[in-house]
């Protein structure tokens, strides 16, 4: 263990590195690791701070990652962040343990839509910001014009913003001497009593929780006993540290320090993010302010393939969501599929990183529903539901009205495409609220759009109309009253509630045609004809049918009597009839899978 020199607070520079998406910022922080001598050349890599498999192979920041880096006589805490709307979560966790933000914007395609959320957000918080362009070495960059632009909407005066390119290491020094001089050193006594923010944690089979904190005010030293303010446990300190990014264990940390903290906690709901860690005794009297929870927009069923792994689901959603507390689950159980959990995301994105994550890092095979968002029925008897599961919609005749939420949609994009993007908003049921050129060839588009809406495809369909240039950024709008119905599918006459879903009034025949179609075609043959219908209420909307498999009765008579091969095909149809009625459809999990599966 390291006996760490005492760092004076004003030698300490807390900063996060926030862009859009594929602007640079895992790959400015590979080129920061490698100038401050963090990583030997030897062993340096791509996406250096990226841990994750899933996060190499996509090639996006899906975890915030923090190291410590020294310049210049001074310590640099330096986090690089998730661009992906979906894990803004992650960006406002990280930007709690910080005093000032790395903006950086891509010199051949200016401001997107993240990069204003990214730099709101920092607004908000009272963050010192450094602008950087980067990928300066690009044919296509234009570093004058979008510094001027950057000027114009964010405010950012032009002669401030330094161009960049991390990927061949221009520039980088004077980005890191800008931190140095611009970004303010962390507040904190370490006379007062020891206050801690655990910012991020995840769960390690061999050493249970390690938390990564950041300390406010006191001092934490290796071998205390700590008390979880929150969680209202004590714990004795198995080992503190610092990333180098290696985990280096220390004797202690001081104010305005961030490092981990391991503590041999086995009960994962001890050490989530937001809790305020201080000594058992004479220890802080209040917590922290914690971080607000992240309202989850989309629903989904997961469910394991085998029903023996309940219980191993169960128990991988708590340690999954002690990394990642942006999603909720509940259980919940399905007649087709029988027991799973009811699980909450951020959106589309996060919902399929999540599954992706429990299928490799608990080794599980799950099947997952639809995805759905939360409604608010309002019955005729005056109550009021909230359904974020289509199986839980009550009957319609007692409804009186539904809610649905909405989003307000920021969409950047080159003036070119405005017409195909205003089109593909309009089809969605999307009311424009602003246009705004933000230059010549870039136009801002502000569009009130319902969530289900956007939820599946709109963002796929966004890149393809525009190239890939436009770039979109949501924020949640509140509920408003929409014409919404339920389409059950029934298979024999019986709901299956996995197939079930609530759509638009005008999209409901669309759907329940598609669906039908391709349960068709995935449902194999039975013994006895299988209607496949979709309903509204009472109303069938559409309907296919598998036909019976039949065994040749008639293979035995050769010549003889027309009388006697009719009696026979007639004994077969009451068989078929009777079977009919007894008759369990069997669904296998391939074709819910297929079914189930959003792309097609």
Wanted: glycine letters at 8%; charged letters at 25%; proline letters at 5%.
């Amino acid at each position: 263990m390291l006996p760490m020199p005492k760092t004076p607070l004003d030698k300490i520079r807390n900063i996060a590195i926030v862009a859009h998406v594929d602007h640079g910022k895992s790959t400015l922080s590979d080129r920061i690791l490698e100038l401050t001598g963090a990583v030997d050349a030897r062993d340096m890599r791509e996406q250096y701070l990226d841990s994750m498999d899933i996060e190499r192979e996509r090639g996006i920041t899906i975890k915030a990652q923090n190291v410590r880096v020294n310049w210049r006589d001074h310590v640099i805490q330096l986090i690089d962040t998730p661009g992906h709307v979906d894990f803004g979560y992650e960006v406002s966790r990280s930007l709690a343990a910080c005093e000032g933000v790395v903006l950086v914007v891509d010199a051949a395609q200016g401001i997107e839509a993240q990069t204003l959320a990214n730099c709101f957000l920092a607004l908000e918080s009272d963050l010192e910001i450094v602008a950087a362009l980067n990928k300066i070495d690009l044919p296509a960059a234009d570093p004058d014009r979008y510094a001027q632009e950057i000027e114009t909407v964010l405010g950012i005066p032009a002669n401030e913003i330094l161009r960049i390119s991390a990927k061949t290491g221009h520039g980088v020094v004077e980005l890191l001497d800008a931190i140095v001089d611009r970004i303010p050193p962390p507040q904190g006594d370490d006379t007062k009593p020891l206050q801690g923010l655990i910012f991020d944690s995840y769960y390690d089979q061999y050493r249970g929780v390690i938390s990564s904190l950041r300390i406010v005010h006191g001092r934490l030293h290796a071998g205390a006993r700590l008390k979880f303010m929150q969680a209202g446990a004590t714990h004795d300190i198995e080992e503190i540290g610092i990333r180098t990014p290696v985990p280096v264990p220390v004797s202690e940390l001081g104010p305005g320090e961030v490092g981990y903290l391991i503590a041999g906690i086995k009960d994962v709901g001890e050490a989530r993010s937001g809790e305020t860690i201080t000594t058992s005794g004479h220890g802080a009297t209040q917590p922290l302010e914690g971080y607000r929870d992240p309202k989850p927009m989309v629903f989904c069923g997961l469910y394991p393939v085998e029903g023996d792994d309940f219980a191993d689901l169960r128990e991988s959603l708590e340690k999954l969501r002690l990394n990642d507390s942006s999603f909720t689950y509940e259980p919940e159980t399905s007649g087709a599929l029988g027991f799973g959990f009811r699980c909450g995301f951020l959106g589309l994105l996060h919902m399929e990183i999540v599954r992706e994550r429990l299928e490799r890092e608990f080794d599980l095979a799950l099947i997952a529903t639809a995805p759905s968002v939360e409604y608010i029925a309002h019955l005729t008897n005056g109550t009021v539901h909230e359904v974020d599961n289509p199986s839980a919609m009550p009957e319609s005749n007692h409804i009186d009205h539904i809610e649905e939420p909405f989003l307000t949609t920021t969409i950047l994009l080159p003036s070119e495409y405005t017409g195909t993007v205003m089109d593909l908003c309009q089809t969605r049921r999307g009311e424009m609220i602003k246009m705004e050129y933000l230059s010549p060839e870039r136009i801002e588009l502000i569009y009130r759009i319902p969530l289900a809406e956007v939820v599946i495809d709109f963002f796929d369909q966004l890149k393809s109309r525009t190239k890939g240039y436009a770039s979109l950024d949501y924020e949640p709008a509140g509920y408003d009253r929409s014409d919404l119905v339920k389409v059950d599918v029934l298979l024999n006459a019986v709901p299956v509630d996995a197939f079930s879903t609530i759509v638009h009034k005008s999209k409901a025949d669309d759907y329940g045609r598609r669906m039908t179609e391709k349960l068709r075609q995935l449902i194999p043959r039975q013994m006895f004809d299988v209607p496949i219908q979709a309903a509204v209420g009472g109303r069938i909307i559409s309907r296919e049918t598998v036909k019976a498999t039949r065994k040749d009765v008639l293979a035995k008579c050769y010549g003889g009597d027309i009388t006697r091969k009719r009696k026979l095909l007639e004994t077969q149809k009451e068989g078929k009839k009777r079977m009919k009625n007894i008759g369990r459809v069997e669904v296998p999990q391939e074709a819910f899978i297929s079914a189930l599966r959003l792309d097609e």
